[in-house]
Nanobody
Framework: QVQLVESGGGLVQAGGSLRLSCAAS????????MGWFRQAPGKDRDIVAA????????TYADSVKGRFTISRDNAKNTVYLQMNSLKPEDTAVYYC???????????????WGQGTQVTVSS
């Protein structure tokens, strides 16, 4: 059974930092562009950042550019999201998934992990 496991969320004050991790059991990230999504209450689940298999191509949503950094460790089958200068509007549940290498807002796997809650207080 394939599972995506996101972790690293928590409660932080505005201006603080968190590092999220995404790992998979039963599935390899090999060859896939991987993305981080987030979903705030009452809103759609949107792409935040994406990274190609080699790491040579990285995309960020405008709202997080300059503050978030996506990375991956292919040997560990893990994707990370370093979030700095957090704002209250970053509050959401964060998820990872494989994404289309060109249209990164399009997820490829039809399952999600449980996500990890990020709450930023003002």
């Amino acid at each position: 059974q394939v599972q995506l496991v996101e972790s690293g969320g928590g409660l932080v004050q505005a201006g603080g930092s968190l590092r999220l991790s995404c790992a998979a059991s039963g599935r390899t990230f090999s060859g896939y562009t991987m993305g981080w999504f987030r979903q705030a209450p009452g809103k759609d689940r949107d792409i935040v950042a994406a990274i190609s298999w080699s790491g040579s191509s990285i995309t960020y949503a405008d709202s997080v550019k300059g503050r978030f950094t996506i990375s991956r460790d292919n040997a560990k089958n893990t994707v990370y999201l370093q979030m700095n200068s957090l704002k209250p509007e970053d509050t959401a549940v964060y998820y990872c998934n494989a994404v289309h290498p060109v249209v990164v807002s399009t997820r490829l796997w039809d399952y999600w992990g449980q996500g990890t809650q990020v709450t930023v207080s003002s």
